[in-house]
């Protein structure tokens, strides 16, 4: 079992910034790849980004790209999420999670995550 949880949401402007953290626990957290995703009430959970257990590798969504900036820290347990440039559609309830198996072909999916936090609300004001 891995727990997860997520801290570091909450109100900004549009265009400022917030950094999201997730802290895990249980078993190794290297072996796993992380990810973040978000949803919005009425709308699926969508991918946000993505990296491997290593860090060398990351992924992002379209509407991310350039803004947001995922890395980890394994000695810590902890992946991150900056997010910069906010705007008023990122606001959501932002989850991590971790996926033992995570292939080029499931990164995206929320299907090949196995693990995943209560959430934290994020909500960027016009």
């Known amino acids: 079992q891995v727990q997860l949880a997520e801290f570091g949401g909450g109100l900004v402007q549009a265009g400022g910034s917030l950094r999201l953290s997730c802290a895990a626990s249980g078993r190794t957290f290297s072996n796993y790849a992380m990810g973040w995703f978000r949803q919005v009430p009425g709308k699926e959970r969508e991918f946000v980004a993505a990296i491997s257990w290593s860090g060398s590798n990351t992924y992002y969504a379209d509407s991310v790209k350039g803004r947001f900036t995922i890395s980890r820290d394994n000695a810590k347990n902890t992946v991150y999420l900056q997010m910069n440039s906010l705007k008023p559609e990122d606001t959501a309830v932002y989850y991590c999670?971790?996926?033992?198996?995570?292939?080029?072909?499931?990164?995206?999916?929320?299907?090949?995550?196995?693990?995943w936090g209560q959430g934290t609300q994020v909500t960027v004001s016009s």
């Open positions: 999670a971790a996926g033992s198996s995570i292939t080029i072909a499931t990164v995206t999916s929320q299907r090949g995550y196995d693990y």
